[in-house]
């Protein structure tokens, strides 16, 4: 069963009368895209990096004796950057897969 534009619009509309065919809900100014979400991820990992670097920096200069800090710190970014390698192995196994589909 192929189902055509029109019938679609109109299914739409049944279900939320206020949404217009073609027309977006949400505004461009307040729409988050995928690519914001992982700059944002990115963005993160590495604060939570320099950070991290920053701690144990501090405790070989002698200026902070917070040596459980830094490690959590240290720990917390190392965490931070593995999930980050994972979630772009998922990515790049996604992208295979779509590749390797057949039309």
Not at 61 to 82: H, I, P, V, Y
């Amino acid at each position: 069963m192929k189902i055509n534009e029109l019938y679609l619009s109109d299914l739409i509309q049944d279900i939320n009368p206020d949404l217009k065919a073609g027309q977006q809900q949400e505004n461009d100014a307040t729409r988050v895209t995928f690519a914001d979400t992982i700059k944002e991820f990115l963005n993160t990992v590495n604060n939570k990096q320099i950070e991290a670097d920053q701690k144990i920096s501090d405790v070989i200069k002698g200026e902070s004796e917070d040596l459980a800090g830094a490690m959590m710190a240290l720990r917390e970014s190392n965490l931070s950057f593995q999930l980050m390698l994972e979630i772009r192995n998922k990515l790049i196994e996604a992208v295979q897969e779509v590749n390797r589909t057949q039309v």
